[in-house]
């Protein structure tokens, strides 16, 4: 029964403090559809992927991606997670609904695609930033800043080699180098197109000083 899944597969956790925001709230700005297409198109996910969408909002992007991943032919070895945070209670509330929809409709297949969407701080989420190996990142510049040295020291404290592949929209990350870069029109606005940043980080590993010099630009 598609309930059945509900409570692994949308759960839920709250948090009751309320920093100051990181990511677009004077309005509830959601990312557009093209551009989320043009984040599945540049990171094709691998079956040890766990996909974090920090300041996920109603959780349109993680939703498309894994209905996306679920009509392809090809079946990962096990479920790909997909992650998505945010301080606001009622978008998470929308989200989870959403999600619990799509597996009742049959656009969600557990055994390919696990969501998890937590209401909370951002800053408490290093637990689940270091479970992340994709990012997708709608965050004003200040947020980057924040999130940055977190990804950052993910890298340090895994036990393995790790890599760690990461899109930003509007804003790129401070002081890091996009591989590609790229505006994508928006059906929404017609002759808008706005930008969209991917990175990569680790692989050869982490080195200290640069976790060390994120954690210090974060803490200016």
């Known amino acids: 029964e598609p309930h059945a899944h509900t409570s692994t597969l949308c759960r839920t956790t709250a948090s009751l403090r309320r920093p100051s925001m990181i990511a677009p709230r004077k309005k509830l700005w959601s990312t ?30 993680i939703l ?11 079946t990962p070895q096990t479920p790909i997670t997909f992650v998505g945070i945010d301080i606001d209670d009622d978008r998470i509330h929308v989200a989870k609904e959403a ?19 937590h209401a909370m701080n951002a800053l408490e989420s290093q637990d689940i930033v270091s479970r992340g190996t994709v990012f997708f990142l709608y965050l004003i510049p ?11 020291k993910a890298l340090g404290e895994a036990s393995h080699q790790k890599s760690i592949r990461c899109a930003t929209y509007m804003s790129p990350m401070p002081d ?9 029109g928006v059906m929404h606005q017609t002759g808008a197109a706005w ?26």
């Open 99 to 117: 999600c619990r929809l799509a597996i009742k409709s049959n656009e969600l297949d557990p055994t390919i695609a696990q969501l998890e969407f």
């Open 32 to 61: 557009p559809d093209a551009v989320i297409d043009a984040v599945i198109e540049w990171m094709p996910l691998r079956d040890t992927d766990c996909v974090v969408d920090i300041g996920c909002g109603d959780g349109r992007c």
């Open 142 to 152: 200040r947020g980057l800043k924040i999130i940055k040295p977190m990804i950052f």
């Open 195 to 220: 930008p969209l940043f991917y990175y990569e980080f680790g692989g050869t590993g982490a080195t200290e000083a640069a976790v060390a010099t994120s954690i210090a630009d974060a803490n200016q």
């Open 64 to 74: 498309r991606w894994a209905k996306h991943l679920c009509q392809q032919a090809r």
């Open 176 to 184: 890091e180098v996009a591989i590609r870069h790229e505006k994508i």
